[in-house]
């Protein structure tokens, strides 16, 4: 019974970094593929990244890559998302959401297996 707890957001202006954490409790991370996702007001779900099991290498899709860095510790079941160079348009409600499988197809996270599990979101908000 995995659950996912986020933190991290919050008001940066542009040029800035910002990490945000995904925290696991309840069950292992690594039996768990984890996707960042965001949402913009009146937007469709936006996909950030993907991260398979096992730990073999992030998906980034093409709005952040290059600029987007995922780390995953199974060990002390946390996700982070690491964004530099933000931009007006990377504001939005970001999610943390887990499951056996998750994969990027135009623009779009598909998760698949046990069930998806998802974060509560944090807003980031970019702007000077």
């Known amino acids: 019974q995995l659950q996912l707890v986020q933190s991290g957001g919050g008001l940066v202006q542009p040029g800035e970094s910002l990490r945000l954490t995904c925290s696991g409790s309840?069950?292992?991370?690594?039996?768990?593929?984890v996707a960042w996702v965001r949402q913009a007001p009146g937007k469709e779900k936006q996909a950030v990244s993907c991260?398979?099991?096992?730990?073999?290498?992030?998906t980034y899709a093409d709005s952040v890559k290059g600029r987007a860095v995922v780390f995953k510790d199974t060990i002390h079941k946390k996700v982070y998302l690491e964004l530099s160079d933000l931009k007006p348009d990377d504001t939005a409600v970001y999610y943390c959401a887990a499951d056996s499988r998750c994969s990027i197809f135009d623009d779009y996270v598909h998760l698949s297996g046990r069930g998806e599990v998802w974060g509560q979101g944090t807003q980031v908000t970019v702007s000077s």
């Open positions: 309840g069950d292992s991370l690594e039996v768990y593929a």
């Open positions: 991260t398979p099991i096992p730990n073999t290498g992030t």
